[in-house]
Each structure stands twice: as structure tokens, then as C-alpha cells.
């Protein structure tokens, strides 16, 4: 380099050196206009200029150098990096493979060359590079997570658990290899092991609820249903703000009512059941989806047979019977339990609701009102009659009734839930946003308090809020319930790029009640399998040919197949059923819907606010559906 053009070059160095990048640059191209063909100028103003984010010019500079000298291990080193600045990994690794071949020992070239391999997707060769290398980033703790990470993936367990035990034995006091020690010898089946693991785990961190939570899990799966409860409790007792070990119990209170009965109060004296060991095992079965709906209802009519007194036996088949819409039978086995413990409200509430459900509302309120006679007013027995209300749809009566019964159980959640219920059904959005706040903070695990409030953030306008509810339910477990909510919440606020993830999550679930149908409808639906969702759809009204909800999910499959007359048709027929559930899915899809369906929505919406028949809230619904598309 001769002497101006070596003055311009350590002056760029300088520059460089205290962080002035612009003056560096000037100085690069003053000595590179003196020495056009200067590698190391090339080289260097690349390299500022990519420090610059200035790519195309980099990778201009680092070219020409490369057709200087091909063999330049830093600028094709350097090229590399700008290559994987912009994403064109497959030109980023053959830079760095042949960097690599210059440079046989230089681990970052390889570090990079598998990084790239990574982004491309090419995990075996990834694979391949770190364990040629394996000896040379032996104590490189990062790298070896990464290694056991993508073996783990390419289900190369047995390699994988050597890695993270190497990963372990440098990092002592970290979880994280043991986390993926643990995910190997469940993949491998060593539970036992995996035990073994999760416990050493809980030694290095005891209040890592997340370690607790897998450790739960695999008592479960195990049915060690006692330990299981009393690892929970113990970190419920013992862990500041155990958010994630609360959350975990409700979800398994919800999924095993097994554990509802053991653990907190319940309608009955456990223990004095012969048969207890034998009705879980059905309820476990049925709830893990290793037994049908048919086949537990026949295992407890067998067993209530046998002993027709056992309250356990008959309270569980006759919750089962109202599950699966079978009211009669149900009343009859409710009536069993009323007439044996007439003393206990709970029974004659049951009893009520399945008269009511089976279309036999008089008998209900007289089952009802005849049990405030005999047992005084109690929060139970009154909302017991709200809900009857509900059920006729009298949302003014169920009101009235709800502001005396709040007053004097101010705090009963159950109260609150229904004023907030009816809040949000008189369109009364403001208070039972208020109310549903009160509840979120009295119950904050509660996934039904969780799924209205969602609902009642979709017709706010304002989803974004409820997702937030939902990021707090991190309990290692998604239910059915939550995904699908944040499903709908997601597109509500417009992003869809989530849907396919979520929907991936439903995995070997198997629809057992209505419910089931209507959400896996729904599921379909999301997926864009519209004949998929409507023969869900089909299955709900065949069973229930006023259920609104299916209605109107209906209506929106038909909209989305052009199948303009059959939307405004059913979509009409299920506003005048309930509007609540025929405004909803509309208002959880209008951000992501297409012109010509916005549109032909749009003029039927209008078209229903001109007609005399609708309620107040009907009507407020439908104006606020318009005015938001």
C-alpha cells in the first residue's frame, strides 16, 4: 500500500476504532480510489459498511475482493454474515464453508456454518458438523443445549441425552439440561428416570413451578393421583405467588373430577363409599378418553344397581346422564338423592335444573321454591332460580332478582358471575365488564369467568385485553376451552398468524358432548375446512335445533361458501333465537373477511336493524356489528 493511500487507510482504522463509521467510510473510498484493487481497503470498507447495515454495498465490496483473491478467509467470512444479514442463508454457508475449509480450526466458522444449516432446515447436517466437532465444543455450554436440542428434534434421544448430560455436568446448578435429560427419557420411556430427573431438578430450583408442573403431569399420567395433589399443595403453601401451581390445580379439578372429590368440599362424605375406587376409575377413563360416553353410563348403571343407596355411585351417574342431555333419567336418579338427603339444597337444585332442562319448568320452580320452605333462602337455592329465569329468557326478571341476591352475598361467585352474565346479555357492556374485573381477581384461574370475558372484549372491540387474561393461564396444559378463545381473540384483533399453531395444539382430542361438537365445528371452521365444520355444525342441530350458536357459526359457514341465500336465512332465524351468539362469530371475523362477504354482511345487518321485532339489546348488537364493518 503506498504512502497516501496507507495515510486514508489508517485514518479509516482510527475512525473505525472510536466508533465515527461515516468518517471511516469517507476515508475507506479516498484510499480505495488511490488502490481500486486493494483487498484489504475492500475488505475493510465492506466490513463498515455492513457495521452501517449498508448490505448490498458490503456485499459488493466483499465480491470484488473475493475476485481478487478467492481465497481471503475474512472476506468471505465477513460476506458470509452479510448473507445471513439478509436472510439468504444458503449463500451465507457456502461462504462459510469455504472460509471453514481455509480455516479448519476456527469454531465460529463452524458455529455459523450450522447456524445457517438451522435456518435452512437441514438439521442432520447441522447435526453432523457439532458432532465431528464434538470434542472441540465440549465445554461450550450453549452450543451443547443447541446440539442436544436438534437431536432431540431429529427423535435421536439416546444422542441427545448424552449431549445434555454433558451440558449438565458443566452447568451444575442450571435446570435446563435436566429439562431436556428429563424430555429424552420420557420420548425413550424411562418414567422412572424422568422422575428421577425432575426431582433432581426441584433439589437446584424448588420454586420452579414449571419443574413442579411436569413432575405433577407425570404423576398423573400414572394415576398417582395423592401424589400428585400433595406436591401441588406443598408448592401452593410454600412459593411466593404460585400463579402457575394455582392455575394447574383448577385445570385439574377440571379435567379429573377425581381430584375436585378428594381435595376440596364436596356434596358428599368421601370415604364412606365402597365404590369409590371404582367410580373414578370410570370418570378417569372417560376424561383421559380411554373409555365412550356409552360405555361409562353403562359402567354406572350397572354399579347404581347394585347399590342403589351409594350417593357417590348415583351423584356422578346422574351428572353424567345430564351431560349427555339424557334429562330424564337423570331427574329420576336426582329424585333418588333429594328423597334420601332431602336436607342437602344441592341435591334439589340438580334435581330442578334437569326438570327444567327436559322442559318442565313449573316442576323446577316448585322443586325450588318448595326447598326455600323447607331449608330457608340460601345464595344456592336463589340463584337456582335466576337460572330458571335465564333459561325463559327473561334477563329483566333474572336482573331483578340478581341486585337483591348481590347485596346480600356481595362476594359469592357464583352471584357475581350471573350479574355479570346478565349484564352482558341486557347489552349492558360496562357493568359486566366491571363485574367480570371483580371476578378475574377473585377467581383469577377461572376458564369459563375467562372465556365470557373474552366474548365480552370481542363485542367491545377490544380483544387484545382478554389475550392478556389467557397469557396468565401458562399452566403447561392448553385446554379445548383456551385455544379456541385465543383462536377467536387472535382474529378479532386481526392476526392470523398464530391460527394453524393453535389449532395444532387440539391434537388426539375426541369430541364426547355437544359442547365438543360445537367447538371442533368451530375448529374446522379456523382451519378453512368449511364441510368439516358444518357437519359438526349438523350434529349439534340435530340434537338442539334451537342452539343459537350453532346457528349462527352456520350462517358463517354458509356466507364463506357463497351460499348468500342460506346465510341471510339461518343467520336471521338465529338473531331472533339469540343475537349474542349470531353477532359474535361475525364480530370475531370482520377484520379478516373479504370485500364482496363484508359487504353482503353489511346489507343483511341493515336489513335486521329495520325490523320492529328486535329487542333493545338485539338491536344494540346488530348497530354495533354494522358500524364496525
Not at 399443595?233 to 379439578?253: D, F, H, Q
Not at 372491540?461 to 393461564?473: N, S
Request: net charge negative; aromatic share 10%; with cysteine.
Amino acid at each position: 500500500m503506498e504512502g497516501t493511500a496507507l495515510e486514508l487507510y489508517n485514518k479509516a482504522v482510527a475512525a473505525y476504532d472510536r466508533g465515527a463509521y461515516e468518517i471511516a467510510i469517507q476515508e475507506y473510498e479516498k484510499a480505495l480510489a488511490i488502490e481500486p484493487e486493494n483487498v484489504d481497503i475492500l475488505v475493510n470498507l465492506g466490513a463498515v459498511c455492513l457495521q452501517k447495515r449498508r448490505v448490498e454495498p458490503a456485499i459488493n465490496y466483499f465480491s470484488k475482493a473475493l475476485t481478487i483473491d478467492s481465497n481471503n478467509s475474512m472476506a468471505l467470512y465477513d460476506i458470509g454474515k452479510a448473507y445471513m444479514f439478509k436472510q439468504d442463508y444458503r449463500l451465507a454457508y457456502l461462504a462459510f464453508k469455504q472460509a471453514s475449509d481455509l480455516l479448519p480450526d476456527d469454531l465460529e466458522i463452524k458455529q455459523l456454518m450450522v447456524s445457517c444449516l438451522r435456518s435452512l432446515g437441514k438439521y442432520k447436517d447441522a447435526v453432523a458438523i457439532m458432532l465431528e466437532n464434538i470434542d472441540k465444543f465440549s465445554k461450550n455450554f450453549d452450543a451443547l443445549m443447541e446440539l442436544g436440542g436438534d437431536l432431540k428434534m431429529l427423535a435421536r434421544y439416546e444422542e441427545a441425552l448424552d449431549i445434555y448430560r454433558k451440558a449438565a455436568d458443566i452447568a451444575c446448578n442450571s435446570i435446563e439440561p435436566l429439562k431436556g435429560i428429563y424430555d429424552c427419557q420420557i420420548h425413550m420411556g424411562n418414567k422412572d428416570k424422568a422422575q428421577t430427573t425432575l426431582k433432581r431438578a426441584m433439589m437446584v430450583e424448588p420454586s420452579n413451578q414449571e419443574v413442579i408442573l411436569r413432575l405433577v403431569d407425570l404423576y398423573l399420567e400414572e394415576n398417582k393421583i395423592q401424589e400428585a395433589v400433595e406436591l401441588i399443595t406443598k408448592g401452593l403453601e410454600t412459593i411466593e405467588s404460585p400463579v402457575l401451581l394455582r392455575e394447574k390445580y383448577n385445570e385439574m379439578v377440571r379435567k379429573l373430577p377425581i381430584l375436585k372429590k378428594k381435595t376440596s368440599p364436596s356434596k358428599f362424605v368421601l370415604g364412606q363409599s365402597s365404590y369409590e375406587t371404582d367410580v373414578f376409575d370410570i370418570l378417569d377413563k372417560l376424561y383421559d378418553g380411554r373409555m365412550k360416553i356409552e360405555t361409562a353410563l353403562n359402567e354406572f348403571s350397572i354399579l347404581h344397581k347394585k347399590e342403589p343407596e351409594d350417593v357417590l355411585i348415583a351423584d356422578e351417574y346422574a351428572n353424567l346422564l345430564y351431560q349427555t342431555r339424557q334429562f330424564d333419567k337423570a331427574s329420576e336418579v336426582y329424585s333418588e338423592l333429594y328423597l334420601s338427603r332431602p336436607n342437602f339444597p344441592v341435591h334439589r337444585v340438580d334435581l330442578a335444573k334437569s326438570q327444567a332442562m327436559k322442559g318442565d319448568v313449573e316442576s323446577a320452580r316448585t322443586t325450588l321454591t318448595d326447598a326455600i320452605r323447607d331449608l330457608g333462602h340460601q345464595a344456592e337455592l336463589d340463584l337456582a332460580l335466576v337460572e330458571l329465569d335465564l333459561l325463559e329468557r327473561n334477563f329483566e326478571k333474572a336482573g331483578a332478582r340478581l341486585d337483591m341476591i348481590v347485596k346480600e352475598y356481595p362476594d359469592d361467585v357464583h352471584a357475581l358471575f350471573l350479574y355479570a352474565y346478565v349484564a352482558f346479555r341486557m347489552d349492558k357492556l360496562d357493568i359486566a365488564e366491571e363485574t367480570y374485573d371483580k371476578l378475574l381477581k377473585a377467581v383469577p384461574g377461572d376458564e369459563e369467568v375467562a372465556m365470557w370475558y373474552s366474548r365480552l372484549a370481542i363485542m367491545n372491540g377490544r380483544p387484545e385485553q382478554a389475550i392478556k387474561i389467557w397469557d396468565g393461564f401458562n399452566d403447561g396444559i392448553d385446554s379445548f376451552v383456551e385455544i379456541m378463545c385465543r383462536i377467536e381473540l387472535n382474529i378479532a384483533s386481526g392476526d392470523t398468524s398464530q391460527i394453524m399453531k393453535l389449532l395444532c395444539k387440539i391434537g388426539d382430542y375426541k369430541p364426547r358432548f355437544i359442547e365438543d361438537h360445537l367447538m371442533f365445528g368451530k375448529a374446522f371452521f379456523y382451519a378453512e375446512e368449511f364441510g368439516s365444520a358444518q357437519r359438526e355444525f349438523d350434529t349439534v342441530l340435530r340434537v338442539e335445533p334451537q342452539n343459537a350458536e350453532a346457528l349462527g357459526m352456520t350462517a358463517l359457514t354458509s356466507l364463506m361458501r357463497n351460499k348468500t341465500a342460506q346465510f341471510a336465512s339461518v343467520w336471521q332465524r338465529a338473531i331472533y333465537l339469540d343475537s349474542l351468539y349470531a353477532v359474535l362469530p361475525m364480530m370475531v371475523l370482520k377484520k379478516c373477511m373479504k370485500y364482496i362477504p363484508k359487504e353482503k354482511l353489511k346489507n343483511e345487518t341493515k336489513k335486521l336493524m329495520n325490523i320492529n321485532k328486535l329487542s333493545a339489546p338485539d338491536y344494540s348488537r346488530l348497530k354495533r356489528l354494522y358500524e364496525s364493518l
